[in-house]
């Protein structure tokens, strides 16, 4: 039957928000890492979000991945397709978001795309095209010291002028609350004045799902994952999608593995945690400099424990540690012998009787989602919110929950176990 919807993401945790709020709408979603080339199964999905990395990649390639994205969920069938960036609205000084949207509205043969980052659980709000996070203009928030993509406008129509150089209008939040009719026709005169994109002002959840109601016939969406909100509900009343569905956990049965580079203070109260009720090892960094091959220890070390709990392998170490490590091996490398460490380890395991895996650290889950070859991944029920359990698909079967770093309490790794039977 194929997907009634598709997503072109342009970061890994930013496509994970987006799959979760699909999830969160009843939909069956599948993120898929990268342009799937050949057969990925999308099984039963209803959307398929693909997980770019190019929100820093040169403009060029951005582009380039983005229409072979398109391409791809076009051929699995969806007729409307989200572009989604970041809620802070994270682009470069040259900016990729204006050059991909221009790209898609040709490829589409679109004339007007709405721009609407909002995410008001997560307090990014827009009002008078000024997108807001928290309390402050975006070009005051933290944003504007960011390493990769600092932000120094708070204005989304100058945002989207400069980097698409087409004119973009306001959609304002007056109009927003007078509901789908007035939205729009605003949306028609901003087209039909020459405007090819058009900012959404959204303070409120109750404001997306009304822009998202207006926006039943715009084959291209462009925003944060918020604006996925309101678009689920226009698929049913079309008939396009069934009834809601609820997320199921991942099948795969096998032995458990945690597999943690996270550094954060949160990992390391959940390792602290582990230690008490299962076996652990720690993996070393000087060893590997030395030349010990950690990889095998760690392998060995995992399939002498008794497979009846979880066993879990780290490298996080606290602040102190870690700066005598990098200041002795290099940030970047000791970060890089670490991860290539943790992958191959997770990599072997689940070649093994490992099939239950839960990964802590966001550089270290594409690490390891790498070595694993996993092609996709089917969204499951959440552990806590905005991390969900998923079924890899690749190679092997495997339950797979990836979580960044400073994220859940100390119990968490053993409540998801809990979750899967
Ligand atoms: P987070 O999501 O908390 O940022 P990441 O996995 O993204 O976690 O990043 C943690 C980084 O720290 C990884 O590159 C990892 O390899 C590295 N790392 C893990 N343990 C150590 C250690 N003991 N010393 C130095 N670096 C480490």
């Known amino acids: 039957m194929g997907i009634v919807l598709g997503a072109i993401a342009d970061d890994f945790t930013g496509a994970t928000d987006l799959a979760n709020t699909l999830v969160g709408e009843g939909m069956s979603v599948l993120q898929a890492i990268g342009v799937p080339h050949d057969g990925l199964p999308i099984q039963n999905a209803d959307a398929v979000v693909v997980a770019l990395k190019s929100r820093t990649a040169p403009a060029d390639e951005a582009v380039a991945k983005s229409k072979a994205a398109l391409d791809w969920l076009k051929s699995q069938g969806a007729e409307q397709i989200i572009f989604k960036y970041c809620s802070t609205f994270d682009s470069t000084a040259k900016g990729n978001i204006g050059p991909v949207a221009d790209a898609l509205l040709e490829a589409m043969d679109q004339d007007l795309a709405v721009i609407c980052p909002a995410f008001p659980a997560n307090q990014r709000t827009i009002y008078k095209g000024t ?107 079309s008939g396009k999608l069934g009834a809601s569905n609820a997320p199921v956990l991942p099948t795969a049965r096998g032995r458990r593995l945690v597999v943690a580079g996270s550094c954060s203070a949160a990992t390391r109260a959940q390792i602290a945690r582990a230690k008490v009720i299962w076996p652990t090892l720690k993996i070393d960094i000087d060893r590997m400099a030395d030349g010990a091959d950690e990889v095998s220890r760690g392998v060995e070390w995992a399939t002498a424990q008794s497979g009846d709990a979880p066993v879990l392998i780290y490298g996080s ?105």
């Not at 203009?137 to 708070?154: A, G, I, Q, V």
């Not at 989304?156 to 306001?170: H, K, V, Y």
């Not at 991390?387 to 990836?402: K, R």
């Open 131 to 237: 997108l807001f996070v928290g309390d402050v203009p975006l070009s005051e928030s933290s944003m504007k010291d960011h390493p990769l993509t600092p932000m120094c406008d708070s204005s989304l129509i100058r945002l989207m002028e400069a980097q698409s150089g087409n004119d973009c209008g306001l959609i304002p939040l007056e109009t927003v609350r007078n509901g789908k009719g007035p939205i729009q026709r605003q949306i028609d005169e901003l087209r039909n004045k020459g405007k090819r994109y058009g900012v959404v002002d959204a303070l409120t959840d109750d404001d997306l799902h009304s822009i998202g109601a207006a926006l039943a016939d715009h084959k291209l969406v462009t925003g944060g994952s918020g604006i996925a909100m309101g678009l689920p509900a226009n698929l049913r009343k």
């Open 317 to 421: 170490s606290d602040p102190d540690e870690v700066a005598q490590t990098q200041a002795k091996h290099g940030t970047e490398r000791a970060g890089q012998m670490m991860e290539d460490a943790l992958a191959g380890i997770a990599k072997r395991l689940a070649d093994m009787e490992f099939a239950q895996i839960f990964v802590a650290g966001g550089e270290t889950s594409g690490a390891v989602v790498k070595a694993l070859d996993v092609r996709a991944l089917k969204i499951g029920p959440e552990i806590a919110p905005g991390v969900p359990w998923t079924e890899a698909i690749g190679e092997n079967p495997l339950a797979l929950a990836l979580k960044s770093g400073n994220f859940g309490k100390d119990t968490f790794f053993e409540d998801a176990f809990g979750m899967l039977p």
